[in-house]
Each structure stands twice: as C-alpha cells, then as structure tokens.
C-alpha cells in the first residue's frame, strides 16, 4: 500500500492503513521512508485491551496541505 500511494502522491491529503501489530511500525516507518514522505503519524487507538494503531502519512508540505482544496 506504501509502494502503491507513492504513484499519486498529489491525488490524496492523508493515506492512512489500520497496524494492529506494534512490532511491525518500526518496518513501516523504514518503507516510508523510503519514498519520500513529508510527514507520518501513528494514532493509537485502545478498546479494553486491545491497542490498534492507525498509521497515516503524507506527501505534500505543510503549505500543500493548508492549499488543499476539501471542496473538491
């Protein structure tokens, strides 16, 4: 999905994908890196016990980001 979002970097504000796992983050963060992303976070989310992590990362600069135009 990482590989696949860098295709249309401009097409999207956020691309985000569902890690249940946190031993595989660290792996994730080296795959984006490896693309050029401007900005990554990971937001967690707890239900009782469970923790799942959603990972969203972006393409565009801060500047691109506030431009986006949401109407669209």
């Known amino acids: 999905m990482i590989f696949e979002s860098a ?5 999207c504000l956020w691309f985000t994908t569902l890690v249940s796992k ?3 983050i660290a792996s994730l963060y080296k795959t ?3 693309v050029n992303i401007v ?3 990971t937001i967690e989310m707890a ?3 469970k923790t799942s992590r959603i990972l ?3 393409f565009l600069s801060e500047a ?6 949401f109407k669209s």
Not at 64 to 69: G, S, T, Y
């Open 47 to 49: 239900q009782g016990q």
């Open 64 to 69: 691109q980001q506030k431009a986006w135009d």
């Open 32 to 34: 984006l890196n490896k």
């Open 22 to 24: 946190k031993e595989n």
């Open 7 to 11: 295709k249309y970097p401009l097409q």
């Open 56 to 58: 969203a990362w972006t």
């Open 39 to 41: 900005e990554v976070k």
